[in-house]
């Protein structure tokens, strides 16, 4: 991997020789991998990978379309999570455009003392307007918004528990639209942070793990509530005033939650997966190379989230499983069935299926010839004609 800024790479480090490497603030380290200029391979990598990222959003959105195992809030969740993948395409071409105006100032030799575009000392009224600011903040937009996923179904599986009279009988829209608003204020507020006030890397991580566990212990108890209390259900009916919607209320969200279950911590080890890949390298204290490459590469990957993200829901949800399942043996095994026929069987049926045709045909002119030889012969006796007068 080239990397034509090595004389601002080396005053940024002269500038944090100070400061312990895993101290660097997260938009610093976000503008110093901003910083390394791709190889041609690095270049067909993303291209691959994004073109791939466009692909498994179109699936994922017509598989949570298709399928009505869940709620509509719910699907809606999974939806908008999917789409904002765009935002990060944007936040990738902001990036190009950021180092391509870097290497005109490296091959012009023109002096830049940015603070925000060589340091990460940024603000918001100063670079409000700056591509890679925006890029920055669309980036880390995106991350919270992953983040708080979790927690934004969880909220809707409380709603579902709250309002367990009618829930599944209205749509409630409103819903999805306070947990969206929720989710985007959250992250807005939190990018506008991460890139100004100099949030270290050990700060996001330990914010990303609370908030992870937070969401895995408000999903043990939503699961643990409505089991008690269909529990109750089953054991009291004849003294408990309830309806059937209720108990039927209480067997979708178990049955949701335990569909979403392997959904559900998947997303949560890939979250803390990605995590560990860039922060173990700065505790372990690698070489600053190979954590600029692991931290590139590592780029690449969350930038083409849905190629991740889309695959495991399909795997971990049954219903996606059997049908993508079902769809895949379908279209392939009807191709192998039509590679397996050998056009040279199916020849002598269509040469006895001519020859029958001839056959008949010739009976037919024999025929043809023999009622005219009756009739030369006189063998044929002529229709008489009775005339009244």
């Known amino acids: ?10 005053e940024d480090i002269h500038f944090h020789e100070d400061i312990h490497a895993d101290d660097l603030t997260v938009m610093a380290i976000f503008i110093r991998n901003s910083h390394q200029m791709p190889s041609s391979i690095g270049v067909l990598v993303q291209a691959v990978l994004f073109i791939l990222s466009f692909i498994f959003t ?4 017509s598989f949570a379309m298709r399928f009505t195992i869940f709620h509509k809030n719910q699907r809606n969740i999974f939806i908008s999570l999917l789409l904002l993948w765009f935002e990060l395409l944007l936040c990738r071409v902001l990036l190009w455009a950021f180092k391509y105006s870097l290497a005109i100032e490296i091959r012009d030799a023109i002096e830049c003392n940015d603070a925000c575009h060589h340091f990460g000392k940024c603000t918001f009224q100063e670079n409000m307007f700056d591509p890679i600011f925006i890029a920055a903040n669309m ?3 995106y991350m919270y918004f992953v983040i708080t996923t ?10 579902a528990t709250i309002l367990v009279k009618d829930y599944e009988k209205k749509s409630r829209h409103w819903i999805f639209c306070l947990i969206f608003l929720a989710q985007n204020l959250f992250a807005c507020t939190m990018s506008v942070v991460t890139t100004t006030e100099g949030i270290t890397f050990q700060v996001l991580i330990s914010a990303v793990i609370i908030s992870l566990f937070s969401s895995a212990v408000i999903y043990a108890l939503v699961e643990y509530f409505n089991r008690q209390r269909l529990m109750v259900l089953e054991r009291e009916h004849r003294t408990t005033n309830y309806t059937l919607s209720i108990r039927y209320q209480l067997k979708e969200n178990l049955k949701t939650l335990k569909l979403m279950r392997r959904f559900f911590i998947s997303i949560i080890a890939i979250i803390i997966a990605m995590g560990l890949a860039n922060s173990l390298p700065v505790i372990l204290n ?30 971990t949800i ?15 095994g009807m191709r192998v069935e039509s590679h397996k026929v050998d056009i040279r069987k199916l020849r002598p049926e269509v040469e006895r299926e001519t020859d029958t045709y001839f056959a008949i045909f010739e009976r037919q002119l024999e025929g043809d010839g023999a009622c005219r030889g009756k009739m030369r012969t006189g063998s044929v006796r002529k229709p008489k004609i009775n005339t009244k007068y």
């Open 1 to 10: 991997m080239g990397n034509v800024t090595e004389s601002h790479i080396h």
């Open 58 to 61: 179109l699936i994922g959105v």
């Open 139 to 141: 980036r880390y937009h």
């Open 150 to 159: 979790p927690m934004g179904i969880l909220t809707e599986r409380i709603f």
């Open 286 to 315: 690698l070489e600053e190379d190979v954590i600029m490459t692991i931290r590139v590469y590592m780029d690449y990957i969350f930038h083409s989230n849905p190629v991740f993200l889309v695959p495991t829901a399909i795997f």
């Open 318 to 332: 049954e219903s996606y499983r059997k049908f993508a399942f079902n769809k895949a043996r379908t279209t392939f």
